[in-house]
């Protein structure tokens, strides 16, 4: 392959659905994960592996309504 890659290992992304993006936010937060993309919007959030391959959270069915903390929070670094 002629092509240069950089960071991860540049298939672009997996995406999983949970069953409520703020609780899995919260419990990956409590185990020392950054969250990089918050879930402002009640639907989708960014996480990145160990080995910095990019996580794509989405709320199983409908968005739930913005709350804080993650309605104000800023991303943080890559997603």
């Known amino acids: 392959d002629p092509e240069e890659y950089t ?6 992304h997996l995406a999983y659905e949970v069953d409520d993006i703020y609780a899995f936010c919260q419990k990956v937060m409590d185990a020392g994960v950054t969250i990089n993309r918050p879930p402002r919007d009640g639907h989708m959030a960014f996480i990145r592996s160990p080995d910095n391959i990019s996580l ?7 968005r739930l ?6 309605a104000s929070m ?3 670094g890559e997603w």
């Open 56 to 62: 794509e959270i989405l709320q199983k069915g409908q």
């Open 65 to 70: 309504e913005p709350k804080e903390p993650w």
């Open 74 to 76: 800023p991303n943080t």
């Open 7 to 12: 960071g991860g290992r540049n298939f672009g």
